[in-house]
């Protein structure tokens, strides 16, 4: 036999008005006995103000009617055929707009008949069945993407004496646990919960959000069987649903035979109110004991009593002001921080406009929206929303910056070869690509890592390149030492002066060597003469080269400096070289600099935020264009890259292994 249930329901709203539609509607046929049952919707519509409280009304009026329509029929069956009118109904607006965008839908629907409950949803509304102080998510998995249709499945169960429901047009649980949520939900009578649930919820939901709370109770006293989620089961249907998220809240009651929709604009103060009341019952229990003794002296209630009761009461009283006080300090901080990530959202939007024409400026926008997020998440009210805007920040400059993100493929494992390997860089020479550490060369293959080749015993290296001139790799070490590897040999070179001027890195272009050496703030020119090198140019007149970290020539020479600094040398002396359309994100610690002759780009590796920046060459400006980076977020410690023009792929290079990934 069917149970007979009553129901009793609150309407609640919390957060600011954004740009969405919020509403709750309810009702209750009032006639037609325990059959007819009860319907709600709890709706939010996102991204077309002008439809909304239009589309909302067709949902709400097309599923009552229906709904209603034949009380003898099966109630899963009237919920099913109501749901398939609403989306015909959405489908013939849509035609009559010549639009098959109707916004953003959030929407639960859920109908109540004897102890049968019914629900469906669409985007990020949810439903939670609250028993026993246990919390769960009964909407999950009914949400289903389709162009032609908004709902399609339906999930169904029996609902139990002392079950509460919940509906909401946003994902609650990103605000407040399972736990925590059963435990309120779980506790006093509906509308005191209600009024908790939104004080817990108030530093944390900044946009607005609507909610229904439903509680469920037998007509008749009788024994009451618990279960839990495994009697609720989901239906899939024809139809189908439509992807969005919630806001809006009030309280109201249902009138039968009349709908019930929710009145946003009423102010409630809760917590006044409760210590207002908590106040003047204490002192009318003081007053009741003094009254009903008849006289205070012949009471218990002596003078000294009195007075410790009336002292409490002061004392009571001034808890509760100061209470008062500090809710107001605490919701004007609230709001304070609300305006912000209002501002934040703007200045989020001015970088996108800005970065069309001014990406430096853009980025500085979006730095101070970023410290400014930082400071709301860190303050502990509107995280979510906080966390929520730091994605975007983070989405706006990757959309701005050109972010590729890449998940290159791993081509060698050094670590097998020698356990402790810390890699340096790459070079490719003779068809072969080499990996080098201080003291070790690693030949790459489509295997993997080859065996190791010993550089020298005593010698550390610091640089290596291609010596195309001689078809070798040419080493430079601590030392100033430069060894060549040859035909599977390693033999040291020599220079006319008495020693190589001391480097960091070393580069070639045709028979000369380049050696950069920040400690003389200068770049070295060798010409090869046979076995040996004459002695050293110097090759960066007007230039200050003090903290250049690497350098790369295609016939010109471009020097990397610690800063981001690209400088340009031709023939031995500085030229102008200008770089436009930098990144949003400015280019702080790079430590690579790569680029070829016949080729269009040059290559800037940032390690400290695991991207490649890529511009491009242009002799019109004297310089080259800022065009897109390249960003691998599951690589750590990128010590070098390797760009194979005539492949379009990029190898990269980690302490202990070698990727590669193509362009």
């Not at 169904?156 to 509906?167: F, N, Q, T, V, W």
């Amino acid at each position: 036999m069917t149970n007979l249930f009553k129901t009793k329901y609150e309407f609640l709203f919390l957060g600011k008005d954004e740009d969405s539609f919020v509403e709750n509607y309810a009702y209750d046929l009032g006639e037609g006995g325990d059959s007819a049952g009860k319907v709600f919707v709890n709706l939010e519509i996102q991204q077309n103000a002008f439809d909304a409280e239009k589309v909302g009304q067709i949902i709400f009026d097309v599923l009552r009617k229906s709904f209603f329509a034949d009380l003898e029929a099966d109630p899963y069956e009237r919920f099913e055929d109501a749901l398939k009118e609403v989306n015909r109904s959405l489908n013939s607006y849509k035609q009559e707009r010549d639009n098959d965008f109707l916004g953003k839908l959030h929407v639960i629907i859920a109908a109540i008949v004897g102890d049968q409950l019914l629900i469906t949803q669409t985007g990020d509304a949810e439903a939670y069945l609250i028993r026993k102080r246990l919390s769960t998510t009964i909407s999950e998995g009914l949400d289903e993407e389709s162009e032609k249709e908004t709902f399609t499945n339906i999930a169904s169960g029996e609902l139990e004496a002392g079950d509460s429901l919940l509906l909401c047009t946003t994902r609650l649980l990103r605000y407040i646990s399972k736990k925590d949520l059963a435990t309120l939900v779980s506790s006093s009578d509906l509308s005191e919960r209600m009024l908790e649930l939104k004080e817990q919820l108030h530093g944390e939901v900044l946009t607005k959000v609507g909610m229904i709370g439903i509680d469920v109770d037998k007509q008749n006293p009788g024994e009451v069987k618990m279960a839990g989620k495994d009697n609720f089961t989901l239906h899939e249907k024809e139809e189908s649903y439509r992807d969005f998220s919630g806001k809006a809240f009030q309280d109201e009651k249902a009138i039968p035979g009349k709908l019930n929709t929710s009145l946003a604009g009423k102010k409630i103060k809760a917590k006044a109110i409760d210590i207002y009341n908590k106040l003047r019952n204490g002192v009318k229990g003081v007053s009741k004991k003094i009254n009903d003794s008849g006289s205070a002296s012949n009471s218990a209630w002596s003078k000294d009593k009195i007075l410790i009761g009336i002292i409490a009461l002061v004392i009571i009283l001034v808890i509760g002001l100061l209470w008062l006080r500090s809710k107001g300090e605490e919701d004007k901080r609230i709001n304070e921080l609300s305006d912000t990530l209002v501002s934040i959202r703007e200045e989020i939007n001015s970088a996108v406009t800005t970065g069309q024409f001014a990406p430096d400026r853009a980025g500085e926008i979006l730095n101070s929206a970023e410290q400014k997020a930082i400071e709301v998440y860190n303050s502990g009210y509107h995280k979510a929303k906080a966390r929520e805007l730091l994605d975007l920040i983070l989405e706006t400059r990757d959309q701005l910056d050109g972010v590729i993100r890449l998940e290159p493929d791993k081509m060698a494992d050094l670590a097998e070869k020698r356990s402790n390997v810390d890699a340096l860089g790459l070079v490719y020479s003779s068809d072969q690509l080499f990996a080098y550490e201080y003291n070790a060369l690693y030949p790459i293959s489509g295997e993997g890592a080859e065996d190791p080749l010993t550089i020298d015993e005593n010698e550390n290296v610091v640089s290596a390149v291609n010596y195309d001139d001689q078809d070798s790799v040419l080493f430079f070490t601590e030392s100033d030492k430069l060894i060549e590897y040859k035909d599977d040999r390693m033999t040291f070179l020599t220079t006319t002066d008495e020693g190589f001027k001391d480097a960091v890195e070393i580069d070639s272009y045709s028979n000369k060597i380049y050696l950069l050496s920040p400690s003389e703030g200068e770049l070295f020119r060798y010409t090869r003469r046979r076995d040996r090198f004459d002695t050293a140019e110097s090759y960066s007149i007007g230039a200050d080269l003090s903290n250049a970290v690497d350098l790369a020539i295609d016939g010109n020479v471009y020097v990397l400096k610690d800063n981001g600094e690209i400088i340009r040398l031709y023939q031995g002396a500085k030229e102008d070289f200008v770089i436009q359309k930098g990144p949003s994100k400015e280019l702080l610690s790079p430590t690579k600099i790569f680029t070829e002759a016949d080729m269009a780009q040059i290559y800037v590796l940032e390690p400290d935020e695991n991207r490649v920046l890529v511009y491009i060459k242009d002799s019109r400006i004297n310089g080259a264009v800022y065009e897109n980076q390249y960003v691998f977020d599951e690589l750590q410690d990128l010590k070098d890259i390797y760009v194979d023009k005539d492949t379009n792929t990029m190898y990269l290079l980690t302490a202990n292994a070698v990727y590669r990934v193509g362009l």
